[in-house]
């Protein structure tokens, strides 16, 4: 995992609903960015859908950049395509750019693992958080609030420490492209 502290990478990507580029520095005058990795085929990430379109109406107007990436191999996995991602965000009423990162490298950099994963940074672009929406998943019975994520968007937008007490999101591996898989994910 991304070491608490770490400076959020460099990243300029197509957004599959403007088709605009995106990058961190579009961001630089916000408190805080929340870097989520996401795709469109995923039971973890279906299971959230709704709470993530939420989460992303209940903090638009706030000091928090959001943005989704895609890093899967869509000829492996087409329903995670630039066209699918999109029709998924008008759908869903996503109001954050949802970005397709084609080579792979931005989820190799910020060692994304699965679908969803969540990376918070502060207004130093230095993690703060890496984990889980929330506890529930499909199946659980658990309810979808995005309580762990909205802990520490609230923390770091009223000024106080993110808790350090984080879990890992669990959900589906990113798809790498034949020969692409990071050192990261296949070490022990």
């Given at each position: 995992?991304?070491?608490?502290?770490?400076?959020?990478?460099e990243?300029?990507?197509?957004?599959?609903?403007?088709?605009?580029?995106?990058s961190l520095?579009?961001?630089?005058?916000?408190?805080?960015?929340?870097?989520?990795?996401?795709?469109?085929?995923c039971?973890y990430?279906?299971?959230?859908?709704?709470g993530?379109?939420?989460?992303?109406q209940?903090?638009?107007?706030?000091?928090?950049?959001?943005?989704?990436?895609s890093?899967?191999?869509?000829e492996?996995?087409?329903?995670?395509?630039?066209?699918?991602?999109?029709?998924?965000?008008?759908q869903?009423?996503?109001?954050?750019?949802?970005?397709?990162d084609?080579?792979?490298?931005?989820?190799?950099?910020?060692?994304?693992?699965?679908?969803?994963d969540?990376?918070?940074?502060?207004?130093?672009?230095?993690?703060?958080?890496?984990?889980?929406?929330?506890?529930?998943?499909?199946?659980s019975?658990v309810?979808?609030?995005?309580?762990?994520l909205?802990?520490?968007?609230?923390?770091?937008?009223?000024?106080?420490?993110?808790?350090?007490?984080?879990?890992?999101?669990?959900?589906?591996?990113?798809?790498?492209?034949?020969?692409?898989?990071?050192?990261?994910?296949t070490?022990?």
């Amino acid at each position: 995992m991304l070491e608490l502290g770490t400076k959020a990478p460099e990243f300029t990507l197509p957004d599959a609903v403007s088709g605009n580029a995106v990058s961190l520095r579009d961001f630089a005058d916000k408190t805080g960015l929340l870097v989520m990795f996401i795709c469109n085929h995923c039971p973890y990430v279906k299971h959230i859908k709704e709470g993530l379109a939420q989460f992303s109406q209940d903090y638009q107007d706030s000091d928090v950049g959001i943005v989704a990436i895609s890093s899967n191999d869509i000829e492996a996995y087409p329903t995670d395509s630039p066209e699918n991602m999109k029709a998924e965000a008008e759908q869903f009423g996503y109001r954050f750019p949802y970005l397709f990162d084609k080579e792979q490298e931005t989820a190799a950099a910020y060692t994304a693992m699965c679908t969803p994963d969540f990376f918070l940074f502060n207004a130093h672009r230095e993690l703060v958080y890496r984990g889980r929406f929330d506890q529930s998943r499909p199946d659980s019975g658990v309810p979808v609030t995005g309580s762990d994520l909205r802990a520490a968007v609230d923390a770091l937008l009223g000024g106080d420490d993110v808790p350090t007490e984080q879990f890992p999101s669990m959900g589906c591996s990113i798809k790498w492209r034949q020969g692409r898989t990071p050192a990261y994910f296949t070490s022990s």
